[in-house]
């Protein structure tokens, strides 16, 4: 059973820096691409980047330029950086998954969510 588990996040100051991973476990799979999204109080979740195994990258208009991914093979984890984030950044990220299963079917998978709170 596929697995992605989050860590990182929780209180952090603003101007201080971010930084999120997600694991994945479980298998066997391929990876199409991951990505992180965040739901802030009373929003909608949205994406803020994702990343492909051709290592493309993704963000979205709003965060581009400040938040970088990155994707670490050898762990199979992708990682989400922030520097000087600012209380607007609050919300729960969650980790995304493309994957191939068992074949060539894709499914989507998701981590349970990270709290991220940006103090001023």
């Known amino acids: 059973q596929v697995r992605l588990v989050e860590s990182g996040g929780g209180l952090v100051q603003a101007g201080g820096s971010l930084s999120l991973s997600c694991a994945t476990s479980?298998?066997?799979?391929?990876?199409?691409?991951m990505g992180w999204y965040r739901q802030a109080p009373g929003k909608q979740r949205e994406l803020v980047a994702a990343?492909?195994?051709?290592?493309?990258?993704y963000y979205e208009d709003s965060v581009e330029d400040r938040f970088t991914i990155s994707w670490d093979n050898v762990k199979n984890t992708v990682n989400l950086t922030r520097n000087s984030p600012k209380p607007e950044d609050t919300a729960v990220y969650y980790c995304?998954?493309?994957?191939?299963?068992?074949?060539?079917?894709?499914?989507?998978?998701w981590g349970q969510g990270t709290q991220v709170t940006v103090s001023s």
């Open positions: 479980g298998g066997p799979f391929v990876t199409n691409s």
């Open positions: 990343i492909t195994h051709g290592d493309n990258k």
């Open positions: 995304h998954a493309d994957m191939s299963v068992n074949g060539p079917r894709r499914y989507e998978f």
